[in-house]
């Protein structure tokens, strides 16, 4: 009782404040070429929103990113002088009283901050907003932009009812709540993008909400990546990570060699070693949208059939990402008694990333959607870096992965493992399904994000 009366008197005293410093601003008026993007998440581990606002700062307009600094953002949105990135202080919830109650003291306290945090500065043509977590900064997006004079843009990437609904049940009273919220401020908006042709239907039928599909592309750092920034970054993990470590010594002690690649001292030449280890990546983030009992399943059946003599490699599995369930799933991992299967779950400096998967030989993908409408964007940047992709069948997967094209559509840890031993027989084998698949990746084409981004979202903002 004590602390709602906290709350309540927190907001009497900080909202005329707020709405004084408000009414200044829109005053003032809004700058035409500057955007403010919100993600009430770690920017770092925000791709899509980095994005925008690279796209935004490459296309002449200013831009304030707020969002929490957990993790290292791309040198890129980093070292852009366009770009100004105002951290955001993670609230956590209070330790007394039932559930419910603290939720909604952590969401108030949630609104009135980030009002604070946006009203404080400079306002711009457009508040670009990712949901989810759309819980509560749609309502306060809209409310900044009634003062200033700011269109807003949601990016529906997901529902964020749905997510709720995956640990609560989908009729828990919150995730009810939540729904409806979402949905009647999401009406609010002045433009909304979505992330997959079923979402843009979904929103349209069942919401009232018109939006543009913008698929999420690769960024240009996502390549294939050169064979002497391999050997690298193999070396620079080794140090912290035994799978990327030599098996063996070099006969000549100057020779450098990882597990993978070697490097002759002499020359400087790096060449793969022929008796390497497969690299198989999946990258998560470690929520109950993925499954990853379904990987080690399959990775169980991949070990029985090496030993019982099938002709496979040895397999360095890395699963990158951090989140709630991964001490949960680290502890699965170190049951596990692989002989011929090595797994770590590093955390990834943005810049080594895109060098891992362009280093890869296949990409898992568990992702589901709580929706059933968004797509995994690791498989958007896996295909960036030619790197084939075995991944988990859902709804609306086909329009990213296409069956036996560009990868392979698997629905449970059997047919994972049919899959793997398929791919990975005689390998490293130039003339098998795996190159196959590589070669028609290289081959598509793919547009890449700014190209994509310049023929849908740029029209749209340079209508002010």
Same mark, same amino acid.
């Given at each position: 009782? $004590?602390?709602?009366?906290?709350?309540?008197?927190? %907001?009497?005293?900080?909202?005329?404040?707020?709405?004084?410093?408000?009414?200044?601003?829109?005053?003032?008026?809004?700058? $035409?070429?500057?955007? %403010?993007? %919100?993600?009430?998440?770690?920017?770092?581990? !925000?791709?899509?929103?980095?994005?925008?606002?690279?796209?935004?700062?490459?296309?002449?307009?200013?831009?304030?990113?707020?969002?929490?600094?957990?993790?290292?953002?791309?040198?890129?949105? *980093?070292?852009?002088?366009?770009?100004?990135?105002?951290?955001?202080?993670?609230?956590?919830?209070?330790?007394?009283?039932?559930? =419910?109650?603290?939720?909604?003291?952590?969401?108030?306290?949630?609104?009135?901050? &980030?009002?604070?945090? @946006?009203?404080?500065?400079?306002?711009?043509?457009?508040?670009? #907003?990712?949901?989810?977590?759309?819980?509560?900064?749609?309502? =306060?997006?809209?409310?900044?932009?009634?003062?200033?004079?700011?269109?807003?843009?949601?990016?529906?990437?997901?529902?964020?009812? !749905?997510?709720?609904?995956?640990?609560h049940g989908p009729n828990h009273p919150l995730v009810l709540l939540a729904k409806w919220y979402e949905k009647f401020f999401g009406r609010l908006s002045h433009l909304n993008l979505c992330v997959t042709n079923?979402?843009?239907?979904?929103? $349209?039928?069942?919401?009232?909400?018109?939006?543009?599909?913008?698929?999420?592309?690769?960024?240009?750092?996502?390549?294939?990546?050169?064979?002497?920034?391999?050997?690298?970054?193999?070396?620079? @993990?080794?140090?912290?990570?035994?799978?990327?470590?030599?098996?063996?010594?070099?006969?000549?002690?100057?020779?450098?060699?990882?597990?993978?690649?070697?490097?002759?001292?002499?020359?400087?030449?790096?060449?793969?070693?022929?008796?390497?280890?497969?690299?198989?990546?999946?990258?998560?983030?470690?929520?109950?949208?993925?499954?990853?009992?379904?990987?080690?399943?399959?990775?169980?059946?991949?070990?029985? #059939?090496?030993?019982?003599?099938?002709?496979?490699? !040895?397999?360095?599995?890395?699963?990158?990402?951090?989140?709630?369930?991964?001490?949960?799933? !680290?502890?699965?991992?170190?049951?596990?008694?692989?002989?011929?299967?090595? =797994?770590?779950?590093?955390? *990834?400096?943005?810049?080594?990333?895109?060098?891992?998967?362009?280093?890869?030989? @296949?990409?898992?993908?568990?992702?589901?959607?709580?929706?059933?409408?968004? #797509?995994?964007?690791?498989?958007?940047?896996?295909?960036?870096?030619?790197?084939?992709?075995?991944?988990?069948?859902?709804?609306?997967?086909?329009?990213?992965?296409?069956?036996?094209?560009?990868?392979?559509?698997?629905?449970?840890?059997?047919? &994972?493992?049919?899959?793997?031993?398929? *791919?990975?027989?005689?390998?490293?084998?130039?003339?098998?399904?795996?190159?196959?698949?590589r070669k028609n990746l290289r081959e598509s084409q793919q547009l890449r994000w700014d190209e994509s981004w310049v023929q849908t979202v740029l029209p749209l903002v340079m209508d002010t």
């Open positions: 009782m $004590a602390a709602s009366c906290l709350v309540l008197l927190a %907001v009497c005293l900080l909202l005329p404040l707020l709405l004084l410093g408000g009414w200044k601003r829109w005053r003032r008026g809004r700058a $035409a070429r500057h955007v %403010v993007a %919100v993600v009430l998440g770690d920017v770092g581990r !925000s791709p899509r929103m980095q994005y925008h606002a690279l796209s935004l700062a490459m296309h002449g307009f200013s831009v304030t990113l707020l969002g929490f600094c957990n993790s290292k953002p791309h040198d890129e949105l *980093l070292q852009n002088n366009r770009i100004q990135i105002v951290g955001l202080t993670e609230l956590q919830s209070l330790a007394v009283g039932p559930r =419910v109650f603290q939720y909604g003291v952590k969401v108030v306290f949630q609104a009135m901050y &980030l009002l604070w945090k @946006l009203m404080w500065r400079e306002p711009g043509a457009y508040i670009f #907003l990712q949901n989810p977590p759309g819980l509560p900064s749609i309502a =306060v997006c809209w409310f900044v932009g009634c003062l200033c004079g700011s269109k807003l843009v949601i990016d529906w990437h997901n529902y964020g009812y !749905s997510i709720m609904g995956l640990v079923a979402m843009r239907e979904d929103l $349209a039928d069942n919401w009232h909400i018109r939006a543009l599909t913008v698929y999420d592309k690769p960024a240009s750092f996502f390549k294939e990546t050169p064979l002497d920034l391999q050997h690298r970054l193999f070396m620079k @993990l080794g140090s912290t990570h035994s799978p990327f470590r030599a098996r063996s010594e070099p006969e000549d002690p100057v020779t450098e060699r990882s597990a993978f690649t070697e490097r002759d001292a002499g020359s400087g030449l790096v060449t793969r070693l022929r008796e390497r280890p497969a690299l198989l990546v999946s990258s998560t983030s470690w929520t109950e949208d993925e499954d990853f009992s379904i990987l080690l399943a399959a990775l169980e059946k991949f070990e029985q #059939l090496t030993l019982d003599g099938h002709n496979l490699p !040895s397999l360095v599995c890395v699963i990158t990402g951090k989140g709630p369930l991964r001490e949960y799933y !680290s502890r699965l991992i170190h049951q596990k008694h692989f002989q011929h299967i090595q =797994v770590c779950t590093p955390w *990834l400096e943005a810049e080594d990333y895109p060098l891992l998967l362009g280093s890869a030989d @296949l990409g898992v993908c568990l992702h589901t959607s709580s929706s059933g409408l968004d #797509l995994p964007m690791k498989v958007v940047d896996m295909f960036g870096c030619c790197l084939p992709v075995c991944a988990v069948n859902f709804k609306c997967l086909h329009e990213l992965v296409k069956h036996e094209e560009n990868g392979l559509v698997f629905e449970d840890s059997e047919e &994972l493992a049919a899959q793997l031993q398929m *791919l990975f027989s005689n390998f490293p084998d130039p003339e098998g399904k795996l190159n196959q698949f």
